[in-house]
Nanobody, 128 residues
Framework: QVRLVESGGGLVQAGDSLGLSCAASGGTFSSYAMGWFRQAPGKEREFVAAISRSGLWSGASTDYAESVQGRFTISRDGAKNTVYLQMKSLKPEDTAVYYC?????????????????WGQGTQVTVSS
């Protein structure tokens, strides 16, 4: 059973930067593709970013939603069993609860139904 714990959410102003972390425990972190999703009030959970497992001879590949491409960066640290989401140029429409998720897969996934474990979420609020 993999446990995911997000941290780093908060209240920021439009244009600010914010970093989220997701610490994993209880499983082999390197065996999972990782993703970040978000859910705003009254809206469905949506894909934000994902990162594949790291290859033996290459780094991990990443994937981003079009709405965050160029502003958000996902990364993973195997030594710390942690995945990160660095967010810059934040907009009010980025306001949501952000969830970290793990999938028993090599490649990253955009479909939330393909993820096996979820964190409890962390609130990000961007004021205008």
């Amino acid at each position: 059973q993999v446990r995911l714990v997000e941290s780093g959410g908060g209240l920021v102003q439009a244009g600010d930067s914010l970093g989220l972390s997701c610490a994993a425990s209880g499983g082999t972190f390197s065996s999972y593709a990782m993703g970040w999703f978000r859910q705003a009030p009254g809206k469905e959970r949506e894909f934000v970013a994902a990162i594949s497992r790291s290859g033996l001879w290459s780094g991990a590949s990443t994937d981003y939603a079009e709405s965050v491409q160029g502003r958000f960066t996902i990364s993973r640290d195997g030594a710390k069993n942690t995945v990160y989401l660095q967010m810059k140029s934040l907009k009010p429409e980025d306001t949501a609860v952000y969830y970290c998720a793990a999938a028993r897969a090599y490649y990253s996934r955009r479909d939330y139904s393909e993820y096996d474990y979820w964190g409890q979420g962390t609130q990000v609020t961007v004021s205008s």
